[in-house]
Protein backbone atom coordinates (compact mmCIF):
# COMPACT_ATOMS: atom_id res chain seq x y z
CA UNK A 1 0.00 0.00 0.00
CA UNK A 2 1.43 3.34 -1.23
CA UNK A 3 1.38 5.82 1.44
CA UNK A 4 1.54 9.84 0.06
CA UNK A 5 2.16 12.02 2.68
CA UNK A 6 1.44 15.58 2.21
CA UNK A 7 2.53 18.77 4.07
CA UNK A 8 3.13 22.55 4.23
CA UNK A 9 -0.48 23.48 4.91
CA UNK A 10 -1.29 26.66 7.01
CA UNK A 11 -2.81 29.80 7.22
CA UNK A 12 -1.90 32.67 4.70
CA UNK A 13 -3.11 35.76 4.25
CA UNK A 14 -4.77 36.71 0.34
CA UNK A 15 -1.73 37.53 -1.59
CA UNK A 16 0.83 35.34 0.25
CA UNK A 17 2.94 32.51 -0.78
CA UNK A 18 3.02 29.02 0.47
CA UNK A 19 4.86 25.83 -0.44
CA UNK A 20 3.00 22.09 -0.04
CA UNK A 21 5.17 18.99 -0.48
CA UNK A 22 4.57 15.30 -1.16
CA UNK A 23 6.52 12.70 0.12
CA UNK A 24 6.28 8.88 -1.26
CA UNK A 25 8.48 5.91 -0.35
CA UNK A 26 10.79 4.40 -2.89
CA UNK A 27 10.76 5.40 -6.32
CA UNK A 28 7.40 5.61 -6.98
CA UNK A 29 6.71 8.87 -8.75
CA UNK A 30 9.57 8.00 -11.57
CA UNK A 31 8.53 7.75 -14.89
CA UNK A 32 4.87 9.05 -13.72
CA UNK A 33 2.78 12.07 -14.48
CA UNK A 34 2.75 13.65 -10.83
CA UNK A 35 -0.49 15.88 -9.54
CA UNK A 36 -1.72 18.34 -7.20
CA UNK A 37 -5.81 18.06 -6.74
CA UNK A 38 -7.68 20.36 -3.82
CA UNK A 39 -10.97 19.84 -2.31
CA UNK A 40 -13.37 21.26 0.20
CA UNK A 41 -16.68 19.61 1.80
CA UNK A 42 -19.50 19.04 -0.50
CA UNK A 43 -16.97 19.53 -3.57
CA UNK A 44 -15.53 16.99 -5.62
CA UNK A 45 -11.89 16.74 -6.15
CA UNK A 46 -9.87 18.88 -9.13
CA UNK A 47 -7.26 18.72 -10.69
CA UNK A 48 -4.76 21.43 -9.73
CA UNK A 49 -1.60 20.80 -11.81
CA UNK A 50 0.32 18.37 -13.38
CA UNK A 51 3.87 17.51 -14.44
CA UNK A 52 4.78 14.65 -16.61
CA UNK A 53 7.84 12.71 -16.30
CA UNK A 54 9.79 14.70 -18.72
CA UNK A 55 8.63 18.48 -17.13
CA UNK A 56 5.51 19.30 -18.97
CA UNK A 57 3.46 21.02 -17.02
CA UNK A 58 -0.48 21.50 -16.83
CA UNK A 59 -2.55 23.93 -14.63
CA UNK A 60 -5.88 24.60 -13.88
CA UNK A 61 -7.25 28.27 -15.30
CA UNK A 62 -8.03 29.45 -11.93
CA UNK A 63 -4.59 28.81 -11.05
CA UNK A 64 -2.60 29.58 -13.84
CA UNK A 65 0.74 32.17 -13.69
CA UNK A 66 0.21 31.83 -9.74
CA UNK A 67 1.08 27.84 -8.75
CA UNK A 68 3.97 26.11 -9.76
CA UNK A 69 4.63 22.59 -9.75
CA UNK A 70 7.64 20.88 -9.56
CA UNK A 71 9.39 17.30 -8.11
CA UNK A 72 12.77 15.96 -7.03
CA UNK A 73 12.59 12.21 -8.05
CA UNK A 74 16.19 12.18 -6.08
CA UNK A 75 13.97 12.87 -2.94
CA UNK A 76 10.92 11.14 -4.36
CA UNK A 77 8.29 14.62 -3.53
CA UNK A 78 6.52 16.59 -5.43
CA UNK A 79 6.07 20.61 -4.09
CA UNK A 80 3.38 22.78 -5.34
CA UNK A 81 4.29 26.73 -4.68
CA UNK A 82 1.72 28.95 -4.58
CA UNK A 83 1.54 33.04 -4.90
CA UNK A 84 -1.08 35.37 -4.91
CA UNK A 85 -3.33 33.79 -2.67
CA UNK A 86 -6.92 33.76 -2.99
CA UNK A 87 -9.42 32.79 -0.23
CA UNK A 88 -11.03 30.40 -2.99
CA UNK A 89 -7.73 28.34 -2.95
CA UNK A 90 -8.09 27.47 0.30
CA UNK A 91 -9.01 23.72 0.27
CA UNK A 92 -7.12 20.46 1.40
CA UNK A 93 -4.46 19.69 -1.12
CA UNK A 94 -3.32 16.11 -2.56
CA UNK A 95 -0.94 14.78 -4.79
CA UNK A 96 -1.48 11.46 -6.27
CA UNK A 97 -0.40 10.36 -9.84
CA UNK A 98 -2.25 11.58 -12.94
CA UNK A 99 -4.31 9.70 -13.38
CA UNK A 100 -5.38 8.88 -10.42
CA UNK A 101 -3.20 5.91 -9.52
CA UNK A 102 -2.71 5.54 -5.27
CA UNK A 103 -4.70 5.22 -2.43
CA UNK A 104 -5.13 9.21 -1.19
CA UNK A 105 -3.09 10.41 1.61
CA UNK A 106 -4.48 12.47 4.51
CA UNK A 107 -4.13 15.88 2.81
CA UNK A 108 -2.67 18.90 3.64
CA UNK A 109 -5.14 21.89 4.96
CA UNK A 110 -4.72 25.53 3.25
CA UNK A 111 -6.59 28.36 4.24
CA UNK A 112 -6.56 31.42 2.80
CA UNK A 113 -8.14 34.47 5.31
CA UNK A 114 -7.40 37.62 6.55
Known amino acids: QVQLVESGGGLVQPGGSLRVSCAAP????????VAWYRQNPGYERELVARMSSLGVTVYADSVKGRFTISRDNAKNTVYLQMKSLKPEDSAVYYCNAFPVRWAWGQGTQVNVSS
Open 26 to 33: GNIFSGKT
